[in-house]
């Protein structure tokens, strides 16, 4: 499935100056090709989730729906009885992976025409323009060949998660953001640097928001944070022990959060 995921990117080489991956492959970057670390539970997804960032009026020869569409990729209708606008499919073997694309309600219309294709679904997502702020990009080698993947920030994408996840419909996929959020904090090389910078993020509105959320989850072992995160770690290990090293390596987290709340 990682290659699948990376033969993706391969196809989308050339568009990845304005595409930037988002969602659930992130860890799997951060630990592979940003820390260069080896680390249990890393999570993945079976949606490529890719941000799109502003293009303005610039014309295009080639849309990344035209490029998508000659490579081979499967279409598929969002609505039954329209044939716009689609989604395309990554599709090996028996694995399908949906490419899924993404932008901010501050995106123009003229980006998702010029530069995506009309035909192509593209949602808006509140607060993603956080993440188009905060952008790196990973040299990642692949099948001989080498490209650079914009990815969010790490501090910025556990940022977004924070605020975004309790939005989520699906139960699972919150959950699942919500350990995004736990993997990102937890196994970050640097801690002292990845608190200044979300420090930083006091400046949005939205801040507060943030460290609602995280004392609604983690402010204490009866918030429901400690029973999520607790599902994708194992439920082998006795709760009181996993709840107690959540809180552990939670700690630097709420100690910010609780700054901005005696602010």
Sequence with gaps: MENQFL???AVLHEA???????????PYLYAKHLWKKKLPNIPTTLDIDLGVTETGSRFFPQTVYDKLKIEGFAMERIYTEEAEPIEFISRQGNVDLKLEFITSFLTTDDTLNRFLGKQLACNRIEAFEILLENIIALEIEHQGRRFKVPVPDPAAFLFHKGISFVMRGDEYKREKDLFYLYFIFKYHPNQAELLAKLAEFKRYDLYGNFAENLQEYFGDYNQPGFAIIRKFLGDTVDARSVYAEIRKDLKALMALISEKKEA
């Excluded at 990845?16 to 992130?26: N, P, R, S």
């Design 7 to 9: 033969d993706t990117l």
């Design 16 to 26: 990845l100056e304005k595409i930037m991956v988002v969602g659930g492959w992130c």
